[in-house]
């Protein structure tokens, strides 16, 4: 990290001895930016503007701290000021389809993106960005295509490695998607959410044993990551570990009560195991945390047999 606020003072000095040097500005609000401080870098940018409108660096600059901010609206429009002042800068093209995307404008993002790739094929960034657009899109096969892409470019590419491997799953090829997932650990094994997924693709081609490996190696990482618990605890209960499953759950509910799934996938357990009296209680809770549940018709329905059943063994 640089010496912003010394920088800081000595553009602000190079200003106070020409108000309009505008290199001074905009260097000026960059280190401000730097420090965090978008608001003033906003102003700062804002001044190189006045000074000079046709500064696409200041639009682009201006528009990149308006995104920090969370004024993507605005962000946008001043990336667009910037791509009509200069129609070839990859970068601020790419930048613009970013914030489009957050917007949930992906078919306006993957135009921009479109757009830098064409102007340079070699644009990594660009690439990544339209991948995750073409999947959110649900253009899978289009997302696979543009990581492909990335990694001919930079086969060290964690991102293209890591999105390949989640568009991959999401076409039902588990088998692809751990392979990709197990690339993009060799690249980065502290990342927790690769190891999650590649735990979620062993699922579901019933490798539990691997699954769970996986989904322990994510937890190692990130123990707040509740959905590797319960995923973990489906794996456990599918392989006939009815205890370790409810461990996993009651972990989870411990962390956060409220959360529902933890108490429907206890529910599971404890019925599978036999423990009626315990699959109601969980079921029931999780009734008046969620009475609107997708299974609330079905789970009211196996309360009631099951309370008939204890009935009959309390006759018996």
């Avoid at 970068?91 to 064409?118: F, K, P, Q, S």
């Avoid at 570990?241 to 411990?254: F, K, L, T």
Wanted: charged share 35%; proline share 3%.
């Amino acid at each position: 990290m640089g010496d912003y606020d010394g920088a800081i003072e000595d553009y602000t000095r190079a200003i106070e001895i020409d108000p309009k040097h505008v290199k001074a500005w905009n260097y000026c609000g960059i280190a401000r930016h730097g420090t965090g401080d978008y608001h003033g870098a906003i102003e700062d940018y804002s001044r190189v503007i006045e000074i000079d409108p046709e500064h696409a660096n200041a639009w682009n600059n201006r528009g990149s701290a308006k995104h920090k901010k969370g004024d993507r609206e605005g962000a946008v429009k001043d990336y667009t000021r910037a791509i009509e002042i200069d129609p070839k800068d990859v970068e601020v093209l790419t930048n613009r389809g970013i914030v489009r995307a957050e917007l949930r404008d992906h078919a306006r993002a993957i135009e921009d993106y479109t757009r830098a790739i064409e102007i340079n094929p070699k644009y990594l960034k660009a690439w990544n960005n339209r991948a995750n657009a073409r999947s959110e899109k649900g253009d899978y096969e289009g997302a696979i295509e543009d990581c492909s892409r990335a990694i001919e470019l930079d086969p060290k590419n964690f991102g293209a490695w890591y999105n390949r491997g989640l568009a991959r799953e999401n076409t039902g090829d588990p088998d692809g998607a751990i392979a990709d997932f197990t690339r993009a650990i060799e690249l980065d094994p502290e990342y927790f959410g690769t190891w999650y997924n590649r735990g979620n693709a062993r699922m579901k081609k019933g490798d539990h044993d691997g699954a769970i490996g996986d989904y322990t190696r994510t937890i190692e990482i990130n123990p707040k990551y509740l959905k590797a618990w319960i995923n973990r605890g489906v794996s456990k209960k599918k392989k006939g570990d009815y205890d370790g499953a409810i461990e996993d759950y009651s972990h989870v509910i411990e962390i956060d009560p409220k959360y529902g799934n933890a108490w429907y996938t206890r529910g599971i357990s404890r019925r599978e195991k036999g423990d009626y009296d315990g699959a109601i209680s969980d079921w029931e809770h999780l009734l008046k945390l969620s009475p609107k549940h997708p299974q609330a018709a079905a789970i009211r329905s196996l309360i009631k047999k099951m309370r008939a059943q204890l009935e009959k063994r309390k006759e018996k």
